[in-house]
């Protein structure tokens, strides 16, 4: 795909060095310790069947207190996300934030190893103050991206960033599942480690962003509250929507796409144990093949779409996805199909961990490019509020799929829901048929040029 020109003078964007990249990238590589140790992989386990339990209702109760908890944290977003992002960019503050966010998750996170069995309510209040600075903090990350190269880089650079981080999943559940063994009642003195460790690892790895990625931007003058700021940046932005109207699409096929993905990431390992009923070794092989599949596809897409459109292969990852669903969903009863027409003596768990590679093919890539696509959109003076606009659609995506996953299971049980996902996917798909992808990004063009701005970005400091 060919580069947008600079328009009425603008500057085109320039790569970044090689060590900024990298330390943007590890942001990502550190902050996989806390989605997948804590909202994916084991606390999430452990809180729906030790810290809630189940009450003779097949944990359909601990599991609407999940969805509800991080529902909670995605609002928070919603509704501080953009507010936060037009005071970034007005102040040129992205770094300060990001480190606000940065700290609370690790103090939050390390707090959860006194949520013990019945401690229900502090297990709520936790997960929602660390997943809201947590999910503030992707959005604050990737408002970077725009700064770091021109358009036709910036799916490399996206990609890579999230292939770094599911290395870095690898490396840090990895060997939290070696050491700290199973998310169960008997095994809790250990296990309820994993929010200091998921803490650790998030404190020591992410200090090469905050050492080597640069503020670009001159802040303004300081005449205003940042509640005044805010709130004026972001009409203005409201106003301007219909100048940026491919942006807006896609941001309402990402609200659909991404409550089909926080759904998975929310369940799909407590799936694993509610539905399919796997032990301990199964569920670490999994573990190892979504984050190394889910590695693949980021990098591996995220050189792709430079070359055939970044819609293009957001759409086809959607594809992937209703596929990976379907299997999901029907693994039990193609596992009795199998076994009974040929012969075999195969369990459920092990069939699931080959609709693992699908699923986490589908997982990096489809992040890394909805994100490289805001990037593509967004004009470099724009970048954090527009990020707070791409965290605002993923975190209501979170609300709305979680809750709706939540209330549908509590009726129909957690392997019937999980369809839910598929229909959200295919609504996504069909409504971003109408993004223009060169007409987006021509438009992010215009506004730099009419406003003055350099891609490049002033002083760095």
């Known amino acids: 795909m060919s580069a947008i020109p600079a328009v009425g003078g603008t500057s085109p964007r320039q790569r970044a060095s090689k060590r900024e990249i990298f330390g943007w990238a590890m942001f990502d590589f550190a902050n996989q310790a806390y989605t997948l140790l804590i909202i994916t992989v084991v606390f999430g386990e452990l809180f729906t069947t030790v810290i809630v339990g189940d009450h003779g209702d097949g944990f359909r109760l601990a599991n609407l207190l999940w969805s509800l908890a991080l529902a909670v944290s995605y609002l928070m977003v919603v509704i501080t996300g953009p507010l936060c992002g037009a005071v970034m960019d007005y102040r040129a503050a992205k770094k300060r934030f990001l480190f606000a966010s940065y700290v609370v998750t690790v103090v939050a996170t390390a707090l ?101 990625l640069k503020e670009r931007g001159d802040p303004q003058p300081h005449a205003k509250t940042y509640r005044e700021i805010a709130w004026e940046r972001v009409s203005t932005t409201l106003h301007e929507l219909r100048h940026f109207r491919d942006l807006g699409i896609f941001l309402v096929s ?116 909805s994100r490289a696509l805001v990037g593509l959109f967004s004009p470099t003076r724009k970048a954090a509020e527009f990020f707070g606009f791409w965290g605002l659609a993923n975190k209501l995506a979170g609300v709305i799929g979680i809750i709706g996953l939540g209330l549908l299971q509590s009726v129909v049980g957690l392997q019937a829901s999980i369809l839910l996902c598929a229909a959200l996917f295919i609504v996504a798909i069909v409504i971003c048929l109408a993004v223009n992808q060169p007409r987006g990004e021509l438009a992010a063009a215009e506004w730099e040029a009419r406003n003055g701005q350099a891609a490049v970005g002033g002083a760095e400091r």
């Open 254 to 369: 990402l609200l659909f796409s991404m409550a089909g993905v926080y759904i998975i990431i929310a369940f799909a390992f407590i799936y694993g144990a509610q539905v399919i009923g796997w032990d301990e070794a199964v569920r670490n092989v999994m573990f190892i093949i979504v984050q190394i599949t889910a590695a693949a596809g980021a990098l591996g897409f995220g050189f792709l779409q430079d070359r055939i459109g970044t819609k293009f292969t957001y759409q086809l990852t959607l594809m992937l996805w209703v596929a990976a669903i379907l299997a999901i969903w029907a693994t039990p009863e193609v596992t009795a199909f199998l076994n009974a027409s040929l012969g075999l003596d195969w369990e459920a768990q092990h069939l699931f961990l080959f609709v693992g590679c699908l699923a986490g093919l589908s997982l990096g890539s489809s992040q890394s490019a």
């Open 112 to 212: 959860l190893y006194f949520v013990a069995p019945g401690y229900v309510l502090l297990g709520l209040l936790l997960i929602v103050v660390s997943n809201y600075a947590y999910s503030m903090g992707e959005s604050f990350i990737a408002a970077f991206l725009p700064d770091l190269g021109p358009p036709q880089d910036l799916g490399k650079i996206s990609g890579f960033g999230w292939a770094l981080g599911y290395v870095g999943g690898l490396f840090a559940a990895g060997f939290t599942l070696v050491a700290l063994g199973e998310a169960t009642a008997e095994n809790f003195e250990r296990i309820r480690w994993v929010g200091p460790f998921a803490a650790a690892f998030f404190l020591v790895t992410a200090i090469p962003t905050f050492v080597w």
